[in-house]
């Protein structure tokens, strides 16, 4: 079973043309539904990612199944989704400098975001915000508990900000934000119970301890003291995902449509996709994307507007002209590359989105 | 040195945020006008290539030094610039399927589009487009002279290709856009010859043949019968075109300031641009990107938002809050990223130039 159908994807290219990002809405609220279901049955709540879709309709969507507030990646999106006029907005990411710091408080005035913070810096800048704001400020402590991303790497240190924290007067410790390698269930426990009572031994509480990731759904409130989880692939899922053991090809709702523009030699073919439209991001998969009507062809090169195609073990071949849905390696990326998601139901075109936090990096 | 200056760094972080691409004015200026007189000192046309920039500001610059049109690699770009005036607009790719052909045929009452074809399905395409604009449309061949992309892989093939062109009525044979792969001048030239000596067998020949390529500078006009060169990189330039050798660190236009949000270890940190800033294009160098205050640091990996540096060789270590500026490994898809770009001359903030063809995949 193939998304968007082949008849479907015709029709795209020759109504609105390719390449262009699809999205089938039946398949994004049952994945919203999913989500939601599986967050109530581990008790705990549902914060999406926006960074997957940068949409305040499909965030609505989320909210309207039952999510408990949003988590934004940069402050640019959160102004983008307090704009659209949601309040409850964690920022998982260390906000500092003069001219965020502005941005901050002047968020703060319209919204009620929260800040994830890992050092000493962004907890004086959050404070100053909170100060520019004439308000207190909610703040979250981000913890490394194993990829090596951000965060505090030891509970030591989570104290020593929650000291600062303490110390600032203008700023609330509302708990702790995990982003837990699959499988690292045990140590991020551990350090989460330590870093708890460190919490204890200062007389505070976390009322916050945030998980994230969509592969980590498979652990999904196994970490106890878990009040909520973040997660944004889910809502349309990709390769990635599938790879991950969290997704199957029918959970993935966005395809990009894509014609074959090219032959040369009988085992070439190029798509008029190419790293402009399906970024360069691997996603340590091999091949960038599936293409569903040709799952043996592999996208193994990309042009900036170029896909190119290995057709050595495709049973049949297609031709110049033909229309194509690929399942991208890294649907996040995809869809930051985009102006508009184009919107279906039931095999028939019903619209399109707007990507509105596109390209809010700062 | 640096471009730009690590004040004009803290003057961009502090005023505008990070990340950001910045571009220095006088050194893309000095670009264009070396571009400009290399190909004047070998006789042929600049034919800039605008999926660099996607400015109709900058392509203006490159004009006013006496660039002869422009190339533009999606018609959706084309749109853009025929809309900022522009009319001798070469798209190097191939147009078909109906939704385009309405859109070239429309394009065409209002500028000069030549098109490249390497199958017949583009040149009928191409065809149909001139019949619903009621006027004839050039259409170049492009030729696969080794690297295996997009192009006709032989010369007989080019020559069935011009005898469709001929029998189609309404098409007008302008001649061969090459890419040769670097060092390919010889391939190139001898699959040229033959191509012409084919079309001088159907009556024809090309008025243009157009190479293409920053990193081809190095071959500029080595190609007999060569009438223009096509580059875009070059406007900015790159650690890829550093790597090629066609350009060197002052040469390097465009920057993306960059703040240090985090650390964690003596020897990691994060930078605030990840791959939805700097792009997961490696252009096949060894991390993402030159941190020009920190060259011995390395961009080992990314998040979207989220940029790890190994800091293990660096002799002095960048603190939380500190801004930097980086020379990105592909600046085409970079500035893709961006919907503006930041604009400096002198070391002073001059305005912004916004990206006016971002995102214009189709």
Not at 84 to 94: E, P, T, V, W
Not at 103 to 112: D, H, M, P, S, V
Not at 193 to 210: K, Q
Not at 232 to 261: H, I, P
Request: hydrophobic residues 40%.
């Amino acid at each position: 079973m193939t998304s968007p159908s082949p008849s479907l994807a015709q029709t795209i290219a020759r109504e609105i043309g390719t390449p262009c990002a699809v999205i089938d809405l039946d398949r994004v609220e049952r994945n919203i539904a999913r989500f939601q279901e599986r967050c109530q049955e581990a008790g705990i709540a549902a914060r999406p990612h926006v960074k997957t879709h940068k949409s305040p309709v499909i965030a609505r969507m989320q909210q309207a199944a039952g999510a408990r507030g949003i988590t934004c990646q940069k402050l640019g999106e959160a102004e983008i989704f307090a704009e659209a006029g949601f309040r409850d907005i964690l920022i998982s990411y260390n906000i500092l400098g003069e001219e965020k710091v502005g941005r901050l408080a002047r968020l703060a005035g319209r919204a009620e975001p929260i800040v994830a913070a890992d050092n000493p810096v962004t907890v004086a800048a959050v404070s100053q915000a909170a100060a520019q704001a004439g308000r207190t400020l909610p703040i979250v402590i981000e913890c490394d508990t194993g990829r090596k991303r951000a965060g505090v790497e030891t509970p030591a240190e989570a104290t020593a900000l929650m000291e600062a924290i303490k110390a600032a007067g203008n700023l609330d410790f509302a708990g702790f934000l995990l982003y837990p390698p699959e499988s690292g269930v045990e140590a991020a426990q551990a350090f989460l119970d330590e870093a708890s009572a460190g919490a204890r031994s200062l007389g505070l509480a976390p009322r916050i301890v945030s998980t994230g990731g969509t592969p980590n759904l498979h652990d999904l409130g196994r970490i106890a003291g878990t009040t909520e989880h973040r997660a944004g692939t889910y809502v349309f899922n990709d390769r990635m995902m599938m790879a991950a053991g969290v997704a199957t090809l029918e959970d993935c709702a966005l395809t990009v449509v894509s014609t074959v523009v090219s032959r040369g030699g009988p085992a070439r073919g190029i798509l008029d996709a190419g790293s402009k439209t399906l970024s360069s991001d691997t996603g340590k998969l091999d091949g960038f994307g599936l293409i569903l009507e040709y799952p043996q062809a592999r996208i193994h090169a990309f042009a900036e507007e170029h896909g190119f195609l290995d057709l050595s073990r495709c049973p049949s071949l297609p031709q110049v002209g033909e229309v194509v849905s690929i399942v991208p390696n890294h649907v996040c990326v995809v869809v930051n590359l985009m102006d508009r998601l184009v919107t279906t139901r039931g095999g028939k075109i019903t619209g399109e989105i707007a990507v509105e936090a596109r390209g809010r990096i700062s």
